[in-house]
């Protein structure tokens, strides 16, 4: 086991200074050096962690046409409109539905993630297992529901078409939402999240994180940003330029994010998930 050595922003980061933004970047073939990343990130000494083809680009762009043809159909729901973008899937930010509903979706969800990504390419045997591998091999699984059987949506699929954007915002205020109200005793305060890019728009679609940084158990329901009190611009910030196959592991729970309007006519498809530790058991519960 080799601690992880965070590497200085590099080529990927645009945008200076950037002094707060510490990255750890390598190539799938090594997540196995790096067990203890994760924890660091979970301990605030890393910001982010970008692991280079976890799939190989072509297998990318044959699951971006398979989801641009919606194949499988997938259950689609949709972001606020001004967004221009939708999920494959259900976010549990944007609930929409009753339990019983969205845990027989969510089955749905992920019979339909095997047949687009089956046997060694699913996102459980290839994405989970490498976050895994840089947690000391904590399992990474989709939080357990309330009722024996049940699974959260272990991701999403998320399209953003041309202009479509994701405001600022810190992802450990999404605690505090009704949806989260089962999900909250099963987890520790302190949530982060992965994006798969699957699909790169030509231009804009950036992950872009700002040098501002709530800590897990004060963002009280909304952070500055959202409620109107930080000035964006005043800040420090960096933007993560991800190729397809790539994944990034970010400290989205404290530091505040968004993603950058997408330019060109080509979506932008990435999977998206959020993760806890569990409170009770030596494992990452995720949910999309
Ligand atoms: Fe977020």
Known sequence: MTAATPTLPQECLLGTPQPFFKLLELHSG???????????LRDGE?????VRDVYSSDFMTTVTERLEAH????????????????FYGRNLNLMGTDPTTYFQQAAE?????QELLPGELGIPQRVMTALSQL??????????GPEPGQDYMLTTFRGHAEGGYISAHCDNEQSVRDSYEHLGTLVGNHMYSMVLMIGASDDGGALEVFDYRVEPGEAGGRTGATAGHVDQSALSSVQIK???GDLVVVDSGRYLHQVTPVIGQKNRWVACSFMAKSLERNAVYCWG
């Open 46 to 50: 890393l910001t982010g962690i970008i």
């Open 242 to 244: 991800l190729q397809p």
């Open 71 to 86: 194949d499988p159909p997938f259950l689609k729901t949709l972001f606020p409109e001004k967004f221009k973008s939708w």
């Open 109 to 113: 969800f992920h019979q339909q993630m």
């Open 30 to 40: 090594q997540v196995e050096e790096y067990s203890t990343a994760i924890q660091q």
């Open 135 to 144: 947690d000391a091999g904590r399992p990474y699984r989709a939080a357990p």
